[in-house]
């Protein structure tokens, strides 16, 4: 059975930081790119950052230089660090997981990010 499972959100004053986790289970997590994803209310979702299997990361326009996307293999984890947060940076967190050979994708039920003083 797949899991994917986003831990670490919360309300955090602007400025701050904040470190979401990314726990799966039932897929070879290796082999797939994994994504985190953002949506705010009333707005599209957008892509904020992907690693590939082979460590190759991109980021969005809006966070670069500000949040770091990484991954643990061993643990089938992946990671969003978040720093200098703005509170147009507000909004559910999705983490995904995919492998385009198998058109394989999966998501998490997200966790919220509120930035706010």
């Known amino acids: 059975q797949v899991q994917v499972v986003e831990s670490g959100g919360g309300l955090v004053q602007p400025g701050g930081s904040l470190r979401l986790s990314c726990a799966t289970s039932g897929f070879f997590f290796g082999s797939y790119t994994m994504k985190w994803h953002r949506q705010a209310p009333g707005k599209e979702r957008e892509l904020v950052a992907s690693?590939?299997?082979?460590?190759?990361?991109n980021y969005g326009d809006s966070v670069k230089d500000r949040f770091i996307i990484s991954r643990d293999n061993e643990k089938s984890m992946a990671y969003l660090q978040m720093n200098n947060l703005k509170p147009d940076d507000t909004a559910v967190y999705y983490c995904?997981?995919?492998?385009?050979?198998?058109?394989?994708?999966?998501w998490g039920q997200g966790t919220q990010v509120t930035v706010s003083s």
């Open positions: 690693i590939s299997a082979t460590d190759k990361t």
């Open positions: 995904n997981a995919y492998l385009w050979s198998l058109d394989s994708d999966y």
